[in-house]
Structures are given as C-alpha cells and as structure tokens.
C-alpha cells in the first residue's frame, strides 16, 4: 500500500473577503487600479505615504473622487486662485473666494448672491442627471449663504452640432436642465446654445448661475454689520 505524502494546503485568511484596514496593511504590494480610476503615479504614492500603507478598495475610490478634476480643480485651481490674489479691494464683496457663493451689498440693507458652476464631465457621462445636479449644485450654494435663488441663467457651449456626442448629450442636457430648475421653482432668466463646428472634439461645457436679491421670506444668517440681509 502506498503512502500518499501530507499536503499543507495554506489558506489566505484574506481570501474572497473585503480588503478592510488590516488586509491592506497586510498586502503591501497587490496591485491596485488607481491609473484607471484617474490617479497619477505620484498622486497614488502621495496616498500611500499618507496612510503609511496601500489605501483600501474604498478608500482609493474615495481619494480618487476627491482628488479629481472635478472636485479638487488639479490643474485650474492655479488660474482660478487669481481671482483672489488680484481682486481689488472693495467693502462691497461681502464673501469671495472660498465661500459656496460671491455676495456682493448693492445698498446698506440688500446683498447679492451670485453662483457660477460647471458640468462638463458628469453631464457627459449621464446628461440628464450630471446637468440637473449641476443646476442643483449653485441652488444650494444659493441657499447655504442663506439666501434665496431667484433666476438661472444657461449658457451651453457644445462641439460641433454634427458631432454624434452632441447629439448624444444635448437633449439630455436641456431635459436635466429644465427638470431641476422647475422642481426648485427657479425660472431661467436667460439662456444660449452655441457650438464650434471646428471643433470635432466631444469637450462642451454648461454655465450656469444663480442670483439673489431680498426678499421677505428669505432666511437670513449673521452678516457684517454692513449689511442686515443676504437677499
């Protein structure tokens, strides 16, 4: 009768199971796909020197959102900082940059929110709803200042109208647009469409901006003593 020889069979106690806190710090070296998910090699080494480990399934997903172009402004935010560093000093600019919106005090009692927000990304991967958030978005910074959104204004800049992604894109656009703005009651106080037909790219882009002026059901929140409303 032949022996069969003992077989150690080593069981991975992380296989098949979430890649928690422990399992990252346990696997060092596994592969992770943060170039996919939009992540430079050292944006990705930066994360780990950050964590003292590889960051988790999760926590990559999340470092990879807050650090995109659209949340952290990577590669605008340099341009954008100037408008901070170079506005002229003025009594009336109530909140500037770093605030949810711009206030402006246009007399002793009355101030003036204004809100400008691009959508390119998220209203090319899902038109509707990344145009409606967009929309959503300046409403509630609108709001966070303590003030009242009145009127939206949309300019569209679309490629060339013969491009198949704007046909793509634009009626979902328009539709997300209209849908947000008519469940906030907000009416579109101007609005323009153009395109560049040399342009046969499928980058466009939507402005759009909220506006407040006073009114007596607005809800207020502690201002300079300049100023006794946002709107």
Not at 47 to 69: D, F
Request: hydrophobic letters at 35%.
């Amino acid at each position: 009768m032949t022996t069969q020889p003992e077989v150690t069979v080593v069981v991975d106690e992380f296989d098949g199971g979430p890649d928690t806190v422990q399992r990252a710090a346990a696997t060092p070296e596994e592969l992770q796909p943060y170039a996919e998910l939009g992540l430079r090699d050292d944006e990705y080494e930066r994360i780990r020197e950050v964590l003292g480990r590889r960051p988790t399934q999760s926590e990559l997903a999340m470092y990879s959102i807050m650090w995109s172009e659209h949340c952290s402004y990577k590669s605008s935010k340099v341009h954008l900082r100037q408008f901070g560093e170079k506005v002229p000093p003025s009594d009336k600019l109530l909140a500037g940059i770093g605030e949810n919106a711009g206030v402006i005090q246009v007399s002793d009692d009355i101030a003036v929110t204004f809100k400008v927000e691009s959508h390119n990304h998220p209203s090319y991967v899902e038109p509707y709803q990344g145009a409606a958030t967009g929309v959503g978005g300046i409403v509630r910074d609108i709001l966070a200042m303590g003030a009242r959104p009145v009127a939206v204004m949309d300019p569209l800049r679309f490629g060339a109208a013969d491009h198949e992604d704007t046909a793509r894109v634009l009626p979902g656009v328009v539709s997300g647009i209209g849908g947000m703005e008519t469940a906030s009651a907000c009416p579109t106080s101007a609005a323009r469409s153009s395109s560049t037909p040399a342009t046969r790219a499928t980058r466009w882009s939507t402005r759009s901006a909220s506006a407040c002026c006073r009114s007596t059901a607005c809800k207020t929140r502690p201002l300079p003593a300049r100023a006794t409303s946002w709107c």
